[in-house]
């Protein structure tokens, strides 16, 4: 009987696990989007693989010019910029979204 417990539940732990993969869409790396620059309300915190270059590179493809004091604190590039002829403070988090205050 309890041979038989046991398989049942062995059945039922791979049943769910299976149907939980199954359910999955889009990028298998949630993490890359795509090559456009996002725009978000709040950035997200992780450790920020982009090089300085990269960084600049996708705030200039946002649209973001005379960009200045660029650096990485705490996994994000920060810096200040001008946009629509506004300057502002600038953040590229490590999806390669942009956030700006």
């Not at 417990?5 to 999955?24: N, R």
């Amino acid at each position: 009987m309890q041979k038989y417990m046991m398989a049942a539940a062995a059945a039922a732990l791979f049943a769910t696990g299976a149907s939980a993969q199954s359910g999955q869409h889009g990028s298998h790396n949630p993490v890359v989007k795509d090559q456009a620059p996002h725009r978000i309300g709040a950035p997200a915190r992780g450790a920020n693989s982009f090089t300085y270059d990269q960084a600049r590179g996708r705030f200039a493809k946002a649209g973001y010019t005379r960009l200045s004091k660029l650096t990485k604190t705490d996994g994000l590039w920060r810096g200040t910029g001008v946009r629509h002829g506004k300057r502002v403070n600038v953040m590229l988090d490590y999806k390669g979204n942009i956030t700006a205050r």
